[in-house]
């Protein structure tokens, strides 16, 4: 069906996706679309207080109607001791809640019945008792003495402190800052946001009454740590668990931890002996599962007289919720928040962090961001353009002077990360080139001139993805490698089994064009498996932009492995030498005589049916890829707005984005990555917002409040690229999937604030909506 | 109560209680799962299906609402195993990623075509303008029904030139 499909399909070729037939004629297979026979459907009851004690729960009524067949509460889970689990960063949550409720949205009981429609009938019937305790909404109130203890039911928890964490170098940093010429300060809170995939989470948990094997369908971006999770939680042997990730409708995160609904779903199916499946609704999803960011960051850094960076001191507070459940690597805190200097080549550096628990949902997830990169780019893309515009330098100049420079890579910062490669100017250089800048600052002054409110805003960030290598990432314990498993079938077509799994980043092509180029096979004969715990090799899963750099790399060596395997049997094929015989895509040929050949075709026929003496038959191979270090995406992206004046309304007029991700793959899918993100980055930036009012009722629970950017606001984007590959991965390619939506917010908010700089506004905090605009400048008394 | 519809050109009943919404009615009673829910509130378009020739959003009808209507869903957009126009749009110009709000895009984009033979890039993004897309960006989404429109006018100019030119299909 694809105009691409004689293509073969090797890196570099934007052949079109193997991945869309199902979808395009509506046959994909979504979580929601399995049915079990005997399955039965649960629904959630949730606490509609974001603080209170539970007095007591009646649960006859709900009993009592037709359909139902079991109604669990926190009790009956503690008999079992699952009232409780382990988040991803050692915490505990709550399951179903058994003493108080500690954010709105929390899950206190559940129906099982035979239809959804009876599920959700009798949850309403369910009559809980609560006696409303003070509600905690930010860091600020949960630090104050006397402010209610959310974690008492932690041993030892006397206030809502969860941590402190440090990186960087306190005193060379305070030294610096004594010597500055200059101190730029910039106060700001990236809000709680929520990555909202279209498709919400669910799953279908199976447990065998005679095997006792648990298969459980779930909506995962992470199947293997997830069974290797619940093996932990329910004491399942981990054998007897296989987790499926079907299709997923994105995930950008959501998707990575384990909610409660599974824990009880799976509890009710084996209680009960039937299958029972759960899908959360649009307001379940958004009040209670993984949100991102919530972030409140201060940034100084420190400047010569020549606007040179001396050094950056930056202090966090992070609102946690109500149980700490952030999803990322054990060691760090915040995340890989101390990216924080970014593109820059900043001497030194101090970083400091606490986080708090509030009355809020638990999450952290990183929506489409490599654990908290997104903050840090935030923060000094806007400081380092709040910074030129307090020294009068224009922003580009500022980024340009101080960038790491080409050849100071592999570069060490200051907060000790070891950046892979870059060319900072070159991506700046396309940027500015594409945007005509310099003629675009002229028509900025002119049309100032008249009054009108317009600006351009930059953006050089630098990511740091593809978690990692083992000895400094792991998520409770695990490392974070990845595995490819590649097998060759008789007559040359492959399967290729990955612990990863795609949410719609186009894994079934991208990955065997890998596989097409490193072994010769066609695109079209290799068939890519994943999200299955029985049927796939461990991983740690698809998330923080890690599949091509970790998985993308196992599978180039399994490739090679068999490469080297089949080269053996080419040899004894060809009855040469193997040192004689040379490799070209799909062929190993006689040196100097290339009339004499085989392929690899060839070659894997002869591994089932011709092998040299002693040879070991089959040609497959597996392989565990542990990153020798992150990769190190960046870009530079530059908008341009219009601000109105009367009503605040920011129109964007140009986005242009210059990434850099070294190879590429398949450059169609990394545009489309790209442009996704973009969009995810302008909703941050002007419409998406998860808050709370002072009773900790969540505002942003559906989607007329939660606003996603439709096809009308999202701006077109112009797309450049420059090609640094990475040295240490084989193919030289990085992590793509996040880079836009990590550089982008910044760029976004930094052209309004240039557009409003005239006024002497130096910052809105996002969302960036026409209130808070058309506010700033009635406080510096502009009107129409 | 009963209700029967004409559901991608064949004849659908059931027996069902007057609140069941359209969506769950092609969902759970016929299992025809390619229109998805996405949101509680009219929000999404993930459920859009077409109703006597209109795209409605099947989460905010009950099924009864359209009982002896002409039901038009994703799975009846290809005609036997080649793929329709929009389809081969789709996916020559990377219109889906996840695929989750593939099918109501798809549904729209007919219907949009169906009306203006060429439309521009600004009528198309008003089309669409009830659906999210949560991956592409709707830049791509766009260029997909753009694309879809050549080929059917190229279908319908009697020469078959045009048509191997447009690109794609089966
Ligand atoms: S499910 Fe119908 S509009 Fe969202
Ligand atoms: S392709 Fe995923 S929501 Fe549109």
């Known amino acids: 069906m694809s105009s691409t499909l004689h293509m073969h399909g090797g890196i570099g070729e934007s052949i079109k996706r193997k991945e869309d037939a199902r ?44 359909g139902v067949i079991a109604v669990v509460t926190g009790e009956l889970m503690a008999q079992h001791k699952l009232a409780w689990m382990p988040t991803l960063s050692g915490d505990t949550q709550a399951v179903l809640a058994t003493d108080k409720v500690r954010f709105q949205g929390q899950e206190v009981a559940a129906v099982i019945a035979e239809t959804k429609y009876q599920a959700e009938d009798a949850r309403d019937l369910i009559e809980v008792d609560y006696e409303i305790l003070q509600a905690i909404t930010s860091p600020d109130q949960a630090k104050e003495s006397g402010s209610a203890l959310i974690r008492d039911d932690k041993e030892g928890q006397k206030d809502n402190h969860i941590y402190h964490w440090e990186s960087g170098d306190k005193a060379g940093t305070q030294a610096a800052f004594a010597k500055a010429h200059k101190v730029v300060r910039l106060n700001t809170f ?17 447990v065998d009454g005679v095997t006792g094997k648990a298969t459980i369908y779930m909506t995962s971006q992470a199947p293997h740590a997830i069974r290797t999770v619940f093996a932990l939680v329910a004491g399942i042997p981990e054998h007897q668990i296989r987790i499926i990730s079907p299709d997923i409708g994105g995930g950008f995160g ?24 759960w899908v959360e609704d649009r307001t379940e999803n958004l009040i209670s599962t993984g949100f991102a960011r919530d972030y409140h960051m201060t940034g100084d850094l420190a400047l010569d007289k020549d606007g040179k960076m001396l050094a950056l001191r930056v202090h966090l507070d992070s609102d946690n919720g109500a ?46 961001c490599s654990f908290r990169v997104t903050e840090a780019s935030y923060l000094i893309e806007r400081l380092v353009s709040n910074a030129a515009m307090e020294i009068g330098m224009d922003q580009a100049e500022i980024r340009t002077k101080n960038f ?48 009108e409110v317009t600006g351009i805003g930059i953006a050089s960030f630098t990511e740091v993805v593809g978690a990692g290598p083992g000895a400094d990432y792991d998520i409770l314990g695990l490392r974070m490698f990845d595995s490819a498993e590649l097998r060759v079938h008789p007559t040359g077509k492959a399967i290729l089994k990955l612990g990863v799994k795609s949410q719609g980043q186009g894994h079934e092509t991208t990955f065997a064009q890998i596989v097409a180029e490193e072994l010769g096979i066609p695109a079209q004969d290799v068939l890519v498996m994943e999200g299955d715990t029985d049927n796939t090799p461990y991983g740690l899963g698809t998330y923080a932009s890690r599949s091509t750099p970790v998985a993308g790399a196992a599978t180039a060596m399994v490739s090679r492995k068999l490469r080297e395997k089949a080269r053996k049997l080419a040899a004894h094929l060809l009855e040469a030498a193997e040192e004689d015989l040379e490799w070209e895509r799909g062929k190993f040929f006689v040196k100097g005589s290339p009339e004499k050949f085989k392929t690899i075709q060839e070659a894997a026929f002869a591994a089932y049916t011709n092998l040299p003496e002693g040879m070991e038959p089959g040609l497959e191979g597996v392989h565990y890829y542990d990153p020798p270090n992150m990769t190190y995406p960046f870009g530079t992206y530059a908008v341009v707005v219009d601000v109105d004046k009367g009503t605040g309304q920011v129109k964007v007029k140009r986005m242009v984005a210059v990434d850099d991700c070294g190879v590429r793959i398949n450059p169609m899918i990394v545009e489309g990555q790209i442009q996704g993100g973009l969009t995810e980055g302008y ?79 130096t910052n809105i905090d996002m969302p960036v909506t026409s209130d808070k605009v058309w506010a700033a400048l009635r406080s510096k008394g502009v009107t129409e | 109560m009963k209700v029967s519809m004409r559901v991608n050109g064949a004849e659908k009943s059931g027996d069902i209680e007057p609140r069941v919404l359209l969506v769950d009615f092609i969902r759970t009673n016929l299992g025809m799962t390619g229109t998805h829910v996405g949101c509680d509130t009219s929000s999404c378009g993930a459920c859009t299906v077409l109703v006597n020739g209109d795209p409605v959003k099947s989460c905010t009808l009950l099924a009864v609402q359209v009982d002896g209507s002409e039901v038009k869903t994703i799975e009846g957009i290809a005609q036997g195993a080649a793929l329709a126009p929009i389809q081969v749009g789709f996916h020559e110009e990377h219109g889906l990623q996840c695929g989750f709000c593939t099918p109501g895009m798809m549904l729209i984009g007919e219907e949009l075509i169906s009306r203006i033979p060429n439309p521009t890039d600004e009528q198309i993004r008003w089309a669409i303008s009830g659906n999210i897309c949560r991956c592409t960006g709707y830049m791509n989404i766009v260029k997909a029904v753009q694309h879809a429109a050549k080929l059917t006018a190229a279908a319908k100019a009697p020469a078959g030139k045009e048509a191997a030119m447009a690109g794609g299909g089966e």
């Not at chain 1, 395009?24 to 929601?32: A, M, P, S, Y």
């Open chain 1, 254 to 277: 959501n998707k990575v931890p384990v909610y409660p609904g599974y824990v009880v779903a799976t509890a009710a199916s084996l209680l009960l002996g039937r299958p029972v499946k």
């Open chain 1, 190 to 206: 990236y809000p709680r946001c929520h990555p909202a995939p279209l498709e919400t989470c669910g799953c279908i948990a199976d």
């Open chain 1, 323 to 368: 149980f700490f459940a952030d999803a990322q690597p054990s060691k760090f805190k915040a995340g890989l928040f101390h990216i924080v200097t970014g593109s820059y080549d900043i001497p030194t550096a101090h970083v400091t962090a606490d986080g708090y628990y509030t009355n809020k949902a638990p999450g952290g997830v990183a929506y489409r």
């Open chain 1, 404 to 451: 790491i420079q080409p050849e100071q890579f592999p570069y060490t910062s200051a907060t000790g990360w070891i950046y892979d490669s870059g060319d900072y100017p070159k991506a700046m250089d396309v940027a500015l080139k594409q945007l005509g800048y310099e003629d675009l600052k002229k028509d900025v002054e002119a049309r100032r001139k008249k009054g």
């Open chain 1, 683 to 761: 909703g941050i930036a002007f419409m998406e917002l998860i808050t709370f009012d002072a009773e900790g009722n969540c505002i942003g629970s559906n989607l007329m409040d939660y606003l996603i950017p439709g096809s009308m606001e999202t701006p077109k984007f112009e797309i450049g690229q420059t090609v640094t590959p990475s040295p240490h991965h084989p193919l030289g390619a990085k992590g793509v999937g996040e880079s836009a939506t990590v550089g982008s917010p910044a760029a976004y908010v930094n052209a309004v604030i240039d557009a409003l700089s005239p006024y002497g506004i």
């Open chain 1, 23 to 66: 979808f395009l004629r509506g046959q994909g297979h979504f979580l929601d679309d399995f049915v079990l026979p005997r399955m039965a459907h649960m629904a959630i009851l949730r606490s509609p207080h974001a603080h209170a004690r539970i007095k007591s729960i009646d649960t006859a009524a709900a009993s009592a109607k037709p």
